[in-house]
C-alpha cells in the first residue's frame, strides 16, 4: 500500500470535499501530463506518476478514502488494529461498530467472517425528452461511461495466470479487532477491505480493480404516457462490481420540455384560445389539432366570458402503463379587437344606442353594487 507521505489530496490538487468525478478529472490530467511514455527516461515523473495512481486507487474507492481520511497513510499501514493490543480511543467508530461485536447482525451487519463482495454502485442518466415522445414512447439511444468489468482478467483484478494470497494483515478473516477497555471491536481489514485475499499480481489494465471506464452505448424504451420524474430502470446497466461482484442498474430520470402550444397537469393538456368577441357573443366554433394528429372541434357557445374552461374528454396525455386518455381542457380568451375599419365603427356604434343594459349582466350587476356601497 502507500510508501508515499505527501497527502494524496495535494497529489491530485483537489480540496478534501472534492467529488468523485472531480477526482477523476484531476487524475486523468496529472496521470497524463507524468506518464512514463510521455517522459521516457524521466525518473522523477516515473515516480509522480506511481504517486497519483498510488492516491487516486485509494480516493476512488470510498471504504479507502473514509479510513484515509479519518487515519491518514497509518490506515493501510501493516499492524493497525490487528491483533487484541491496547488501541487508541480514537481508533473506533461510533456506538454501531460495538453494538455489531457483541451482539452480531441484529445491531448492523453481523460478526466475524469475510465480507461479501460488494454490488456494483446504481447509476443516474437523465434524459429530456419533448411532450411528443411523451405522448407516443420512443426508443432512444444513449452513450454514457461506465465502469465495466475488464476483458483482460474477467473481473478477477489479477493478471491472468495468477491468483490471490491470504492477507498478511487480517490474516485472511478479512476482519481486524481493537480492544478498548471491556469491548472487543471487529471491522473489515483496511488492506484487503473484508476479503481476506489479496492479489499477487494486479491487472495491468485494470490495476487490479477487475473493471475498466468505457463508453456504452444503451437503448432506452420509453413507454407512452411518461411525465417528468418518471424514472426508468436498466438492470444490470450500472457499474461493474469490484472484482467480479454483480452490477448495479442504472436509473433514467425523464424530464420533458415545455411545450409551444400545450400545458400538462398529469394526464390533462390544457391550451388557451384567443377568439373574436363577436365569437364570444353570437357563438361558433374553434379546431384544436392534439398530439395524436387528430382535430379536436370545441364548440362555442354564445355569451362565452373570458377564462371559461371547455373540456374535450378524451383528447389528452395517455395514462402510463393503463388504458385511456386524459382531457383536452381550452381556456378562452375574448379578444378586443384593436384596428377597426370605420364601417366597423360606424356599426359598434350603432350597437352601443341601442344597449340597455341587460346584454352585460355582470357589469350591470358590479356597478349597481357599488353605487349602493358608496351612496351608503
Known sequence: ????????????????????????????????????????????????????????????DPQKRAAYDRYGHEAFQQGMNGGHGGAQQGDFGDIGDIFETIFGSAFGGG????QQARRGADLRYDMEIGLEDAFHGKSREIEIEVSQTCATCQGSGATPGTGTRGCNLCKGHGKVRAKQGFFVVERPCPNCHGRGEVIEDPCKDCRGEGRLDLPQSLQVDIPPG???????????????GPRGAPPGDLYIFLHIRPHGVFQREGTTLLTR???????AALGGSVDIPDLDGQVNTIDIPAGIQSGKQLRQRGAG?????????????????????????????EILEQFRDTETGDECPESRSFFAKMKDVFSG
Do not use: W
Not at 226 to 240: F, P, Y
Not at 327 to 340: R, S, W, Y
Open 1 to 60: 500500500m502507500p510508501s508515499s507521505t505527501m497527502d494524496y489530496y495535494e497529489l491530485l490538487e483537489v480540496s478534501r470535499d472534492a467529488d468523485d468525478k472531480a477526482i477523476k478529472s484531476a487524475y486523468r490530467r496529472i496521470a497524463m501530463q507524468c506518464h512514463p511514455d510521455r517522459n521516457p527516461g524521466c525518473s522523477d515523473s516515473e515516480a509522480k506518476f506511481k504517486s497519483v495512481s498510488q492516491a487516486y486507487d485509494c480516493l476512488k
Open 111 to 114: 460478526g466475524g467472517g469475510r
Open 226 to 240: 411518461v411525465d417528468t420524474g418518471t424514472r426508468i430502470r436498466l438492470s444490470g446497466k450500472g457499474e461493474a
Open 273 to 279: 384560445v384567443p377568439i373574436s368577441f363577436t365569437t
Open 317 to 345: 396525455m395517455p395514462v402510463l402503463q393503463g388504458r385511456g386518455r386524459g382531457d383536452l381542457v381550452v381556456e378562452i380568451a375574448v379578444e378586443t379587437p384593436t384596428k377597426l375599419t370605420k364601417a366597423q365603427k
